[in-house]
T-cell receptor
Framework: NAGVTQTPKFRILKIGQSMTLQCTQD?????MYWYRQDPGMGLKLIYY???????DKGEVPNGYNVSRSTTEDFPLRLELAAPSQTSVYFC?????????????FGEGSRLTVL | DAKTTQPNSMESNEEEPVHLPCNHS???????IHWYRQLPSQGPEYVIH???SNVNNRMASLAIAEDRKSSTLILHRATLRDAAVYYC?????????????FGQGTRLTINP
């Protein structure tokens, strides 16, 4: 099982550039999430989706956009990159709400904005 | 949302047991206690969860206080691979995982 796959693993952007972080899962999970993790800190939720065609903002959505056209894919778009978006980004998925709905995380995408 | 409190860091020796504490004095009656860990340069991974009774799995044990205001994750025989940040999280089963709060966790160092 591939689980949750993120690409790219590393990327350097210049201020003002745009890019998309890709996330795909092969577990047929309906819930998907994007988090960012700054050095030495916990994870902060950017956006999440409860199913294809449905997305919602998390704690820190500004500067980001998402879409969910299929169950498998949940790309995160950064428009007009800023140094404050330098972080490690994690995509996660889970089957459903409920106490056993554990999150499965990807390996992360390290983004640097210069 | 009910919050948890964990020590910032702990240190232990290889092949010894490790007890990672978590306080959650405002836990509600329906909240489950979940533990995740994050190995260096990786995403978090699920470790264990429980409601009231102590729980065991192949990775760890979870001991929950009778009043549920605290819990302890137990690694019975730590290895170097157990060096990670451990997160204690409360989960309301009636809400989606988007409500989970990953704080700073406890950074566990294992000495050879």
């Amino acid at each position: 099982n591939a689980g949750v796959t993120q690409t790219p693993k590393f990327r350097i952007l210049k201020i003002g550039q745009s890019m998309t972080l890709q996330c795909t899962q092969d577990m047929n999970h309906n819930y998907m999430y994007w988090y960012r993790q700054d050095p030495g800190m916990g994870l902060k939720l950017i956006y999440y989706s409860v199913g294809a065609g449905i997305t919602d903002k998390g704690e820190v959505p500004n500067g980001y956009n998402v879409s969910r056209s299929t169950t498998e894919d949940f790309p995160l778009r950064l428009e007009l990159a800023a140094p404050s978006q330098t972080s490690v980004y994690f995509c996660a998925s889970s089957y459903d709400r409920g106490f056993t709905g554990e999150l499965f995380f990807g390996e992360g995408s390290r983004l640097t904005v210069l | 949302d009910a919050k948890t409190t964990q020590p910032n860091s702990m240190e232990s020796n290889e092949e010894e047991p490790v007890h990672l504490p978590c306080n959650h004095s405002t836990i509600s009656g329906t909240d489950y206690i979940h533990w995740y860990r994050q190995l260096p340069s990786q995403g978090p991974e699920y470790v264990i969860h429980g409601l009231t009774s102590n729980v065991n799995n192949r990775m760890a044990s979870l001991a929950i206080a009778e009043d549920r205001k605290s819990s302890t994750l137990i690694l019975h025989r730590a290895t170097l691979r157990d060096a990670a940040v451990y997160y204690c999280i409360l989960r309301d089963p009636n809400q989606g995982a988007q409500k989970l709060v990953f704080g700073q966790g406890t950074r566990l160092t294992i000495n050879p």
